[in-house]
């Protein structure tokens, strides 16, 4: 059973950061440790809410307790997210250190929260400048979204073509796996595209009319838990596609304004709908 370190935000109301990624990561049958870097009332998209970003050397004390039971050799991944504070990456860089120390196998995925289409950037000063000048030269698998992807490698993104090139030139600076999601091919459909050693895949999805947090957070948890467990590339895109689409489509049924993970639960870990991954 992979055992994966999940650093990210938590909030009290809904399902985004470890408030998603915990879940998804457990219903694939992963352990997941879970270090907060913020605690809000609710995410942000909401417009208001209470709470406060935690201490970067907070998260470092947690992370010391942890170490301090002699378990870091059991973690298979770790998991990073929304930072908070850009005084939580160097924190985070430490943490993948001691972790690929103590097993030299584990993987680093990082999803680079910056912003999306819809908000533009929405973290704080000098994050993503962090995610592209030093997390994701170390990071093992990089996980953005299509703004994400076009900020990180200074690239276009319009088409499917060209997400293939701007994942190719993130593979150049480090990540040897590129998971690029949010990806526009059509008014009525919308895909994924996973890149690695063997090869590129693209998997479409028909598009809902729902925009909803937290989707970023639960394709990485997602798709990490898969590759953990073997899948090959192109099977664990198209798993993850499949996942996302029933979870905002069971959202969407039931008129939600919160990822319904609970609901769709069945259909994080088993997709009744399949898509077929296209070689790029």
């Known amino acids: 059973m992979p055992a994966v370190l999940s650093l990210q935000s938590r909030v009290a109301y809904g399902h985004v950061g470890n408030a998603a990624a915990v879940f998804a990561l457990q219903r694939l049958g992963c352990e997941a440790w879970a270090l907060d870097t913020v605690a809000f009332s609710n995410h942000t998209g909401h417009g208001r809410w209470r709470g406060a970003v935690v201490p970067a050397a907070e998260v470092a004390s947690l992370f010391d307790g942890i170490a301090e039971l ?3 050799a059991r973690l298979d991944a770790i998991l990073s997210g929304y930072l908070g504070a850009v005084e939580t990456g160097a924190v985070l860089l430490d943490i993948v250190e001691r972790v690929k120390r103590a097993n030299p196998r584990a993987v680093f995925c990082c999803d680079p929260v910056i912003g999306d289409d819809d908000s533009g950037a929405y973290v704080g000063p000098g994050i993503a400048e962090f995610f592209r000048d030093r997390a994701l ?6 996980t953005p979204n299509r703004f994400e992807l076009e900020y990180l490698t200074g690239r276009r993104v319009a088409n499917l073509a060209e997400a293939g090139a701007a994942a190719a030139r993130l593979r150049a600076a480090g990540a040897r796996v590129v998971l690029a999601t949010s990806l ?3 008014p009525d459909r919308i895909a994924m595209l996973a890149a690695g ?6 998997v479409e999805t028909p598009r809902l009319p729902l925009i909803l947090n937290g989707c970023g957070d639960v394709a990485a948890a997602l798709f990490l838990a898969r590759v953990l467990q073997g899948e090959a590339l192109p099977e664990a895109l198209a798993a993850t596609a499949a996942a996302m689409h029933a979870l905002i489509e069971t959202t969407l049924r039931l008129r939600g304004n919160e990822l319904a993970l609970v609901a769709a639960q069945a ?6 709908r399949r898509f077929a991954p296209q070689a790029l």
């Open 184 to 186: 526009d091919v059509a």
């Open 267 to 272: 259909e994080l870990a088993r997709p009744t």
């Open 70 to 72: 002699g378990v870091l």
């Open 137 to 142: 030269k170390l990071a093992d698998i990089a």
């Open 197 to 202: 050693p063997d090869g590129a895949w693209v």
